[in-house]
């Protein structure tokens, strides 16, 4: 039987989900987070084989770091993505953060199905068109920012300051500045509007 932990903060969504887990003969939702907290929280205590994670909490709370909270508990379960979000910075955090798999909210009934076995078993589980992004991310000459720089202007995006930006991912200011200079390098702008308006444009950020 695989047991499923459902971590997202819109509850007709869970419902949803858990309709559909519900009426399969080999899998079980014993939890349903609405926050990243909860999500982790539930991982240790109700020892499922699978987390189904969101990466978009509210008050810009992160799957991607609950995903690496759970990875990194004593006996982790594997943890699917279930998003709306398939920007390079969303994937690639996921993915870094060890999630087993990365499916889209509107992927079909079976589809998610077999994510969620492929994913309690162990094996990768990505959304044909995620896939499809990587392999081309790998075969095509383009910017590549690496996961930290994509962090570091994420931040960025939303307002936070150098200092707030270092404190959030626990680096020096000095840091900070160094990978604001490879992205401005990168993307050939001068500017941090410039760098997140370029890096949208690229869907390296949503």
Excluded: W
């Excluded at 969101?54 to 006996?75: H, K, P, Y």
């Excluded at 589980?125 to 920012?145: D, M, N, Q, Y």
Aim: aromatic share 2%; net charge negative; hydrophobic share 50%.
């Amino acid at each position: 039987m695989i047991r499923v932990v459902i971590a997202d903060d819109h509850p007709v969504v869970r419902a949803g989900v858990r309709a559909l887990l519900d009426a399969e003969d080999d899998i079980v939702v014993v939890g349903e987070a609405a926050t990243p907290d909860e999500a982790v929280a539930l991982a240790e205590t109700h020892a499922p084989e699978l987390v189904l994670m969101d990466l978009q909490f509210g008050d810009r709370a992160s799957g991607t770091e609950a995903t690496r909270r759970v990875r990194a508990l004593a006996a982790p379960p594997y943890v699917l993505v279930l998003t709306n979000y398939d920007t390079d910075g969303d994937i690639l955090g996921a993915v870094e953060a060890g999630a087993s798999g990365y499916l889209l909210k509107d992927a079909p009934p079976d589809e998610l199905l077999a994510g969620v076995r492929a994913a309690a078993a162990g094996q990768s589980a990505l959304a044909p068109a995620i896939a499809g992004r990587l392999l081309a991310r790998l075969r095509e000459p383009r910017v590549t920012l690496s996961v930290r720089e994509i962090e570091v202007l994420q931040l960025v995006s939303r307002g936070a300051s150098n200092a707030e930006v270092a404190a959030r991912l626990h680096i020096t200011d000095a840091t900070v500045k160094s990978h604001l200079a490879h992205v401005f390098s990168k993307l050939g702008v001068t500017s941090r509007t410039a760098a997140v308006a370029s890096a949208r444009g690229l869907g390296i950020l949503r």
